[in-house]
């Protein structure tokens, strides 16, 4: 979908390519100073996407997307506004607030539905972020989306480097800029190793399809480059010490060797793909991993998965979304409300800041329409993708990798909250630009 005459495609580009590099740069931790620079870094993407942006070009899976971001933002913005006593205390959960408000002798007045008004607003602010950026990027023809691929896949694999160099520096180095999360390992720009991992693997596919692409038009030297690309994300992942990491990076080189190399191989015209530069780049992927993060991985493989406290979470944050529904407790809100419904005995020195299931969160803070609003995503996403595959209209390798790439952050939600850091949101808009653009654009 072309954007509206009189926005230069160059002027879109440079705004996406911003708030691109910013979300890579700044945006892995959860919130802080580095939100802040998104934000600011992202103003130019939304004003240009609200110009450019035209509802009858567009695929009918990037309208359904359209409106989904839309009505989440819109209810982010209702959940903000004040409700008058008579409403407020109709809504479930509600009553504790106005008794502890009551017992503290603080008149309550009117209140929003939210019960944290700066975690809806942060919230809010990233859903801005995301939106704004998809749908400029959605109204870039192929080329320039095509680069700010490639932009994300250089930052990717200098902040791989960047993870190399602090897993050889050992526990607490001084090239970890979060040092309150995971003190090993490689981690990047990142506050979070499963966050970093999540990246890798969402642009690996990406890069195995662009060396594919380069064997196809006889580019050796480019062809050569992306696949060492694609191995040093793989051992970035694994150096990561992520379980969940490991096992999507896995996936996804896997899907993409699967898929990329038969794919392009039977169409295209300039003869057979030589398999075998893509398997040795995984090749050799791998056995960095068994040399370099092979005691890593299998401690952290010892440890018993039904010990996490992801399913400490799930128990008691599925008590707090009935306790709250069908409304919600306000978007950015879970930290504030799960605590109550932990028990004393089971609660330990760690802090719940996410359900580590962005089902589970979506329901305890949106309730059933940002449920709702969630599940059109997710079945948009997958019909788009199983149409392409069964009609097969790919068109080129990187479709089919972002048919591939766009599963990993979903999939990972399920047991993490990847999609709520902008480095990994923003991507993910990236990829959905590519994965539901509409067939009438130039390729």
């Known amino acids: 979908m072309k954007g509206a005459k009189g926005t230069p495609d160059t002027a879109a580009e440079l705004a996406a390519a911003l708030c691109l590099a910013a ?5 892995g931790g959860s919130r802080g100073a580095g939100d802040l620079v998104v934000h600011l870094a992202a103003l130019p993407a939304l004003l240009l996407a609200v110009m450019r942006w035209r509802w009858a070009p567009a695929s009918r899976a990037q309208r359904v997307v359209a409106v989904v971001c839309v009505s989440a933002i819109a209810l982010a913005l209702l959940q903000l506004l004040p409700l008058p006593p008579t409403l407020y205390t ?72 960047l993870g190399y160099a602090q897993s050889a520096a050992g526990a607490y180095s001084p090239l970890r800029f979060y040092d309150f999360h995971h003190p090993i390992g490689a981690i990047g720009l990142f506050a979070n190793r499963n966050h ?16 594919v692409q380069g064997q196809v038009q006889r ?13 040093m994300l793989f051992l970035a992942a694994a150096l990561s010490f992520s379980r969940t990491g490991l ?6 080189a896997l899907a993409g060797l699967l898929i990329l190399t038969s794919r392009t191989g039977a169409a295209s015209n300039q003869g057979r793909i030589r398999r075998w530069a893509p398997l040795a780049s995984m090749a050799v992927a791998i056995a960095g991993i068994a040399v370099y993060a092979g005691d890593g991985i299998s401690q952290r493989l010892q440890k018993d998965p039904l010990e996490d406290l992801r399913w400490q979470y799930l128990r ?15 978007w950015g809100s879970f930290k504030s409300v799960y605590a109550p419904f932990e028990p004393i005995n089971s609660m330990l020195e760690v802090f719940a800041l996410h359900a580590h299931n962005d089902i589970l969160e979506t329901l305890i803070e949106a309730g059933l329409p940002g449920f709702v609003l969630l599940l059109t995503l997710l079945v948009t996403v997958i019909c788009v993708t199983r149409k392409n595959l069964i009609d097969r209209t790919f068109h080129g390798p990187i479709l089919a990798a972002a048919a591939i ?28 630009s590519f994965l539901l653009t509409s067939a009438s654009d130039p390729r």
């Open 23 to 27: 979300a890579l740069l700044a945006g």
């Open 90 to 161: 109709l809504l479930p959960g509600r009553d504790t607030v106005l008794a502890d408000l009551a017992q503290a002798g603080q008149p309550h007045g009117w209140l929003p539905l939210t019960l944290d008004r700066w975690g809806t607003v942060r919230a809010l602010l990233a859903m801005v972020v995301f939106a704004s950026f998809w749908a400029l990027a959605c109204t870039l023809t192929h080329a320039p989306r095509l680069r700010l691929l490639k932009l994300a896949l250089v930052v990717a694999t200098l902040t791989a480097l």
């Open 196 to 211: 970093f991992a999540c990246l890798m693997a969402m642009l690996l596919p990406f890069a195995i399809a662009l060396g």
């Open 219 to 231: 580019r050796v030297p480019a062809a050569l480059a992306w696949y060492s690309v694609a191995a």
């Open 247 to 252: 096992a999507l990076a896995c996936t996804t």
């Open 316 to 330: 008691y944050g599925w008590d707090a979304a009935q306790a709250y529904l069908p409304w919600g407790s306000g």
């Open 405 to 432: 790439a766009a599963f990993v952050p979903m999939a990972h939600s399920l047991v993490d909250y990847p999609l709520r850091t902008h480095a990994v949101a923003v991507v993910f808009a990236l990829v959905l």
